[in-house]
């Protein structure tokens, strides 16, 4: 993994030539990490940025949030939305959903119920519960606390886990399951590219979780991808120091790139 500062010239430089199709997480690139999830906010100056950068070239957010959460808090509409770690997404005015097994929807349910009559020991726990997963923010817990979430919660989820019935993702001061499935937000990464690219566009993505290890995964020979924050076991190619970068970033590939792709972009007032 590479310091991104150290290439940005050859990066800009390959990005001016070729287009690119760009696709971001939410949290934590687009918006600082926060302690209360629901006040997450994308940052002003990265959000000038996707506007400009949305009307030369196509522009996806994927996050772990909520489809209608994620559309809302960010409000443009020529931008696709995928949400669910991309069990949702939102293209062309068209909401599209993929299905999991009858099995993995079984397990999940399974592992549900316990997991969160567990999680009432444990009241500043901030909870989201919906179809397509279960979230724990522990980043309000004592050291203590959250240790001894975490063991007592994976040792409710672990058999599920070793069945293949769901997948467990514990990291950023999160827990969190899902039913299990081959696509992942790598797959709906991937296929919002080949649905939107034009040409020879690069697909670039910008993450910072191990969920995004998914999408560094399906691009790393074809592509351009960033983590914010380094890591020795990260697949991503470079890395931006802080989140801030992610706005600069933005902000010289909308002032910078040439594209055909001119659009007017509406902004949804709430």
């Avoid at 669910?84 to 993995?104: A, I, L, P, Y």
């Avoid at 950023?172 to 939107?196: D, N, Q, V």
């Amino acid at each position: 993994m590479k310091d991104a500062d150290n290439h940005m010239d050859s990066i800009l430089a390959d990005i001016r030539k070729r287009g690119c199709v760009l696709m971001l997480d939410f949290d934590g690139v687009l918006s600082p990490i926060v302690e209360i999830p629901s006040e997450a906010r994308i940052s002003p100056d990265a959000r000038r940025s996707l506007i400009a950068c949305a009307k030369k070239m196509p522009v996806a957010v994927i996050t772990g949030r909520p489809l209608l959460d994620i559309e809302v808090r960010i409000g443009l509409t020529e931008i696709i939305y995928a949400g669910s770690h991309g069990v949702e997404w939102k293209m062309d005015g068209q909401v599209h959903r993929h299905g999991f097994s009858q099995n993995s929807l079984s397990a999940f349910e399974m592992a549900r119920r316990p997991l969160l009559q567990y999680a009432k020991l444990f009241p500043e726990l901030f909870i989201e519960d919906n179809n397509y997963g279960l979230t724990f923010g522990y980043r309000l817990l004592s050291t203590t606390q959250a240790t001894q979430f975490r063991i007592g919660a994976t040792e409710i989820a672990k058999k599920f886990v070793s069945a293949g019935g769901i997948r467990l993702i514990d990291n950023l001061f999160t827990f969190e399951i899902t039913p299990m499935s081959e696509w992942t937000k790598g797959s709906c990464a991937r296929h919002i590219y080949y649905a939107t690219r034009k040409g020879n566009a690069l697909p670039v993505y910008i993450g910072d979780s191990l969920s995004d290890e998914d999408v560094f995964r399906v691009f790393a020979k074809s592509g351009i991808t960033f983590r914010v924050g380094q890591s020795d076991t990260s697949l991503a190619q470079y890395y931006f120091k802080t989140r801030s970068r992610v706005d600069r970033f933005l902000h010289n590939i909308s002032t910078e790139t040439n594209s055909e792709m001119d659009r007017d972009i509406q902004i949804v007032r709430r």
